[in-house]
């Protein structure tokens, strides 16, 4: 997908700013989640990962950081909140 369509797809649905977008991106690329190659003036951005990775990678992250690890202190608080 070239820079300026994913520009304006996050720029409508998100209402995010393009130098957001943009800061967004790099970000992306030097986390290597995404690559890209220059096609004249444009940039054309791919995925290096799959989105089940992703996600994977994600939420052993949060359960990390939010849950020192714990799946079973997790479990129990998403528990707790279903009965408030």
Known sequence: MMAREVI???ATEEKWHPKTIRTLLA?????RVIGYKKAG???VYRA???ET???RTECQSFLDRVFGGDMARLTATFREL???
């Open 8 to 10: 304006a797809k996050l």
């Open 27 to 31: 970000r992306l690329v030097k986390k």
């Open 41 to 43: 003036r444009a940039y």
């Open 48 to 50: 290096l990962i799959k």
């Open 53 to 55: 990775d992703g996600v």
């Open 82 to 84: 279903k009965t408030r």
